[in-house]
């Protein structure tokens, strides 16, 4: 089955509101895009950087561009300093026209799959790449009854271990990162 087939198929599951999201901590902090009506909550260490960007979508020989706005979460310092995870490693909330569905990848090494949490159902992309001695993951959870799209975005760069001299650096704790990053995701909810 090839991915498109494979993104058709789990669409046609049956979608659980979108509206729920989960409670936070206490101490955390909600963020929230009246414009585009959602909010979610994060822990006080964690960044904001929010920038419009403009994509350039590609259809056969045709290219049209779609605005998405991104909202990023940038991992807190308690959870690379001293290892191998970088500082630019985040969680987004993207919406916009292409956050509507997976990129139709032809690489064998993307996993989509069906995920039901957070009170919702969610289409998850799952790509590996690495250079250079560095290695990311980027895990996209596509919520698709929404209006404009939105989709959580985790991107995790990391550098490969075996090239620092033992004992300088630890590898990043990455069970906790991605609970982290769950954790934060599980608390969107949609207000429009």
Not at 16 to 35: M, N
Not at 83 to 109: E, F, K, R, W
Not at 119 to 129: K, S
Request: with cysteine; net charge negative; charged share 20%.
């Amino acid at each position: 089955m090839n991915l498109r087939s494979a993104f058709l198929a789990m669409t046609a599951c049956a979608l659980l509101p979108t509206t729920l999201g989960v409670s936070a901590p206490a101490g955390w902090i909600r963020y929230t895009d009246p414009k585009l009506g959602w909010t979610i909550d994060h822990p006080p260490d964690v960044m904001i950087s929010s920038v419009p960007v403009y994509v350039e979508v590609l259809s056969g020989s045709d290219s049209t561009g779609d605005k998405m706005d991104i909202v990023s979460f940038v991992v807190p310092l308690r959870l690379w300093n001293g290892t191998n995870l970088h500082n630019d490693t985040t969680l987004s909330v993207i919406s916009g026209q292409s956050a509507c569905a997976p990129s139709q990848s032809s690489d064998p090494s993307t996993q989509i799959q069906t995920l039901k949490a957070d009170g919702r159902t969610y289409t998850v992309l799952i790509a590996q790449d690495a250079g250079a001695g560095n290695r990311y993951e980027t895990r996209e959870y596509f919520i698709h009854d929404t209006s404009p799209c939105i989709a959580v975005r985790y991107f995790i760069h990391s550098s490969a271990i075996e090239n620092y001299d033992p004992g300088t650096v630890k590898a990043f704790d990455e069970k906790t990162l991605l609970a982290l990053f769950d954790r934060i995701r599980a608390t969107l909810r949609l207000t429009k």
